[in-house]
Nanobody, 114 residues
Framework: QVQLVESGGDLVQPGGSLRLSCAASGSIFSIYAMGWYRQAPGNQREVVADITAGRTHYANSVKGRFTISRDNAKNTVYLQMDSLKPEDTAVYYC?????????WGQGTQVTVSS
């Protein structure tokens, strides 16, 4: 059984920063890709960023503000979020392709508000 556990969500003022973490645990043989999605109320879940074999991809709305990174030794993926905007408010979900299956975390709330 594989689990993804996210942390780091919080309430932050516009222009502020947050760092999300997602740690994978369990019977892990290989991790192909890891990434972050988000879902705001009334909206569909959308990809924010992903990382595969060191190559990164970002949604246009977060390019230049968010940075995804991965610690392979810890089976952990991070999302550094800077210059946060109110429209970044959402539940952020970690997603990972592990052992040929796709796993999701439980989500962590990020609220950007003054």
């Amino acid at each position: 059984q594989v689990q993804l556990v996210e942390s780091g969500g919080d309430l932050v003022q516009p222009g502020g920063s947050l760092r999300l973490s997602c740690a994978a645990s369990g019977s892990i043989f290989s991790i192909y890709a890891m990434g972050w999605y988000r879902q705001a109320p009334g909206n569909q879940r959308e990809v924010v960023a992903d990382i595969t074999a060191g190559r990164t991809h970002y949604a246009n709305s977060v390019k230049g503000r968010f940075t995804i990174s991965r610690d392979n030794a810890k089976n952990t993926v991070y999302l550094q979020m800077d210059s946060l905007k109110p429209e970044d408010t959402a539940v952020y979900y970690c997603c990972a392709a592990i052992n040929d299956y796709t796993y999701w975390g439980q989500g962590t709330q990020v609220t950007v508000s003054s």
